[in-house]
Every structure is written in structure tokens, then in C-alpha cells.
């Protein structure tokens, strides 16, 4: 499992992550799902209980990832924030937090994704996909490049974490 943690960790990171970071995570949360109740007594200052909706090793994946990575946020005009503040000042965005104000989920999340697809054209731009199970914040997110979504999917279902591209998954709940 840890090999497709690394994998998993390595193309949600987008390279905001150096390898060595990705393989203590990956290296810790192979450790807690194989043996939570050992990881937990050998790491006494996690603050895991069994009430979360995830498991262990999901929790450490979860909380090891920087603000570069893992976005959250309670509305999508506060999410773009986040990622526009992620690229730094020398990426150029379109788009801005103020066009997403007042603006319904699906049209911010399709604007956002727009934006997002036309960054970095070498990979295909980014895909914004949900990640996990948000505990504190409405949305929580991780960008991955277009070319790499197809393994990224396959590899969460591999590793029991959920992600799903936000606009597709989105669109697809307000048509139920």
C-alpha cells in the first residue's frame, strides 16, 4: 500500500511537495492503516478518534498536506482565493475571487475550472477534484494535472480516499 500511497501523494501534490515529504506521509499513513491502534500509541500527540468519518491512514494523508495542496474552504469565492494565493504573484489568473461573489456553486465551479484548465498547457492544465471527506470546511480540494486524473482516480478507489473531479461531481448531484 505504501507504493500507491507515494504514487497517490505524488500526483495530488501537483510538485508542491519534494519526494522526501512524500514519502514520510506516505510512509506514516501505510503505519496507521495497517496498525492504527500501534501508530496511535507510538505517535501519542495525533489527535485522531474513532468518531471521525475517516480512517487513520486517511486522516494522516489528509493532515499532512500544506495549504499548496489540500484547499478548504466554506464557499468557492474563499476556495479561488486560496488556490490564486497557492500560484504566488508571478502566475497571471483571469479570473478573480470578486467574479465568484453572489455567483450559484455550478457557474463558480465552472468558471474556476475553466481558469484552471488553462494553466500549466504542458500537462493538460489542472483538474480540481474533491478530496476526502471535508471534517471542518464545506469544500476541500487538491488540484491535479488533467493528464494525470484517470490514475489519480484509480489509485483513490486503490487506497479507499475519496476524489472525484468537484465540477463533474457537482453537476452530476444537482441533476439527481
Keep these: 500500500m505504501k ?10 501534490s501537483s510538485g508542491c511537495l519534494d519526494d522526501s515529504e512524500i514519502e514520510r506521509i506516505a510512509d506514516e499513513a501505510a503505519q496507521a492503516y495497517a496498525d492504527p491502534e500501534g501508530f496511535l500509541q507510538r505517535n501519542p500527540d495525533i489527535n485522531y478518534d474513532d468518531d471521525f468519518p475517516i480512517p487513520l491512514g486517511e486522516w494522516v494523508v489528509v493532515g499532512s498536506l500544506p495549504d499548496t495542496v489540500l484547499f478548504q474552504a ?26 465568484l461573489a453572489r ?17 500549466y498547457p504542458e500537462k493538460g492544465g489542472y ?5 476526502s471527506e471535508p471534517l471542518d470546511d464545506e469544500l476541500q480540494t487538491v488540484l491535479v494535472y488533467a493528464c494525470d486524473l484517470e490514475r489519480l ?21 444537482l441533476e439527481e
Design 127 to 131: 483538474v480540481l477534484v474533491d478530496f
Design 3 to 12: 507504493a500507491q500511497l507515494t504514487e497517490f501523494i505524488h500526483l495530488i
Design 74 to 99: 466554506d464557499d468557492y469565492e474563499e476556495l479561488f482565493g486560496e488556490i490564486r494565493a497557492s500560484f504566488g504573484p508571478d502566475v497571471n489568473f483571469v479570473l478573480t475571487t470578486k467574479q
Design 153 to 173: 482516480l484509480q489509485l483513490a478507489v486503490d487506497v479507499g480516499i475519496y476524489a472525484a473531479p468537484a465540477y463533474e461531481s457537482l453537476r452530476a448531484a
Design 103 to 119: 455567483t450559484e456553486p455550478l457557474k463558480a465551479l465552472n468558471r474556476i475550472q475553466v481558469q484552471l484548465s488553462a494553466l
